[in-house]
């Protein structure tokens, strides 16, 4: 399975963006996508950047990703939802062929509070591994522009949220922090010198 966000300018300035799912067929070959329903996708409002990670308390994977839904603390904050696992089982992958007929039902995503900030926060990476929740964010202290910030998932709370430093944080922008499985190595993207 595959989440992935489709955007649509509303203007010259204005942006609107959802979440849409995918699939592999047993095949191998990807299904025709479908918007995600509400409560995930809001009318009017944009749900973008997703990311799945395995939450060892909620013993199933979780979808996380960034919106400025209403219930926030403005602009765009972090929300999280389990996914329902019986849905997400290969038994149930569509023959070849056919399209994804039915979505599960989606619960209703929780603010990440504690997390976030008046400010932008979004870029969410959940690191299964080391249950440790990496996101970017303009409103914590740091270096400027967006820096990479993390916090590890204890039982249904997250620490306080922890600066990445100077190395993977700059002056510029640094988002879509990504740790490898590993733990020692991953990705991230930076509009810093020598990004041009």
Request: glycine residues 10%; aromatic residues 14%; contains cysteine.
């Amino acid at each position: 399975y595959l989440f992935f966000t489709i955007c649509k300018n509303l203007n010259a300035t204005d942006i609107r963006c959802e979440l849409w799912l995918t699939a592999l067929d047993r095949r191998g070959r990807w299904l025709p996508a479908l918007r995600l329903p509400e409560p995930v996708n809001l009318k009017d409002y944009t749900s973008t950047q997703p990311a799945v990670g395995y939450d060892s308390a909620a013993m199933a994977p979780v979808l996380w990703f960034a919106s400025d839904r209403p219930g926030g603390k403005g602009k765009l904050d972090l929300w999280s939802l389990p996914l329902d696992t019986n849905f997400f089982c290969p038994c149930n992958l569509p023959l070849p062929g056919k399209k994804i007929t039915r979505l599960p039902k989606f619960a209703s995503p929780s603010n990440a509070a504690a997390l976030n900030t008046p400010e932008n926060d979004g870029t969410p990476f959940f690191h299964t591994q080391g249950q440790q929740l990496y996101f970017s964010s303009e409103g914590w202290p740091g270096l400027g522009g967006y820096d990479i910030f993390s916090s590890k998932k204890t039982g249904a709370t997250f620490t306080a949220p922890n600066n990445a430093g100077a190395g993977l944080n700059t002056s510029y922008n640094d988002l879509y922090f990504a740790l490898r499985p590993d733990g020692r190595t991953g990705y991230l993207s930076s509009n810093r010198y020598g990004s041009y």
